[in-house]
């Protein structure tokens, strides 16, 4: 009897291993309609490699329905770090998970000697923010930025997100969605490194693409107090309508403005953290 258990068992490994080797050793074919550095759905290019009539690309998880079935379900990452799904009919992308587009750590002081908003970080230090990451409806950005300001007069603090098409915001087309452009009520003193912090949550609407809008939603801390350790007041946005138009469709750059309501030559201001996430 043992040596019938013992034979039977064997055999059943041999089948299992059998079938798992099989199973496993098909060559992941997908289809040649989606191009490296092409388009596709809207959501921009895959990190894919072209390998004539297959795609292959890394990290990529592949489910068979069964051995040698024809194309697989797999699961792989894009090159803006999207989840991807690859269903045997096209490519869809997944929403829910979290990704982290960006940040930037800085120190530079920026003069602010007029009453315009000026972009707290330079050229090519901004988060890219690459085109069609927000071209379908209900993608969700969040951005938190924090620093400090030095205010030579008595003055309203302003602070805005700012969505720029050239990189440091310096020219070309820039919007600030209404919700995530706040305004302080008067720092009534003269304070060096006050701090302030912004926190803005863009929701696209359904109207996406070229001339796309947000739902934008924002709050500002400011330390409006007479020293460094007084606490900061925090001031909610009042928007209720969806932003100016952002092409989506072109890649843009997150940055920060800061503004007085006085201009003085010795105000400044500093970003020293500035993080995007997309949900």
């Excluded at 003069?111 to 409806?137: C, E, M, Q, R, Y």
């Excluded at 696209?204 to 007084?230: D, E, I, P, Q």
């Amino acid at each position: 009897m043992k040596l019938v258990r013992l034979i039977a068992t064997s055999l059943l490994l041999s089948l299992v291993l059998v079938i798992g080797v099989n199973a496993f050793s098909q060559t992941t074919q997908l289809p040649s309609a989606i191009p490296s550095g092409t388009t596709s759905g809207g959501f921009g290019p895959y990190d894919l490699l072209n390998m004539g009539t297959a795609l292959k690309t890394y990290k990529m998880l592949c489910f068979e329905s069964q051995p040698n079935a024809g194309q697989d379900t797999c699961l792989f990452r894009d090159y803006q770090n999207h989840i991807t799904i690859y269903d045997g009919a096209g490519v869809i992308r997944e929403g829910g998970i979290s990704t982290f587009p960006g940040s930037y750590q800085g120190t530079t002081s920026v003069g602010i000697t007029d009453t315009n908003f000026h972009a707290l970080v330079a050229a090519s230090s901004d988060i890219l923010l690459p085109a069609n990451t927000t071209g379908v409806a209900n993608e969700t950005l969040k951005i938190h930025a924090d620093g400090t300001y030095v205010d030579a007069a008595a003055s309203l603090l302003n602070v805005e997100l700012m969505i720029c098409q050239t990189s440091g915001c310096a020219s070309g087309t820039v919007v600030a969605p209404a919700g995530c452009s706040i305004t302080t009520t008067n720092q009534a003193n003269t304070l060096t490194n006050g701090q302030f912090t912004i926190d803005c949550t863009l929701v696209a609407t359904s109207t996406v693409g070229s001339s796309g809008t947000f739902m934008a939603k924002g709050t500002v801390c400011a330390n409006l107090g007479a020293a460094t350790s007084a606490a900061l007041s925090c001031f909610a946005d009042t928007a209720t309508a969806a932003s100016s138009a952002v092409d989506e469709t072109k890649n843009e750059f997150i940055n920060i403005g800061f503004k007085f309501s006085t201009s003085n030559a010795g105000n400044s201001a500093i970003v020293n953290d500035l993080v995007v996430y997309e949900n």
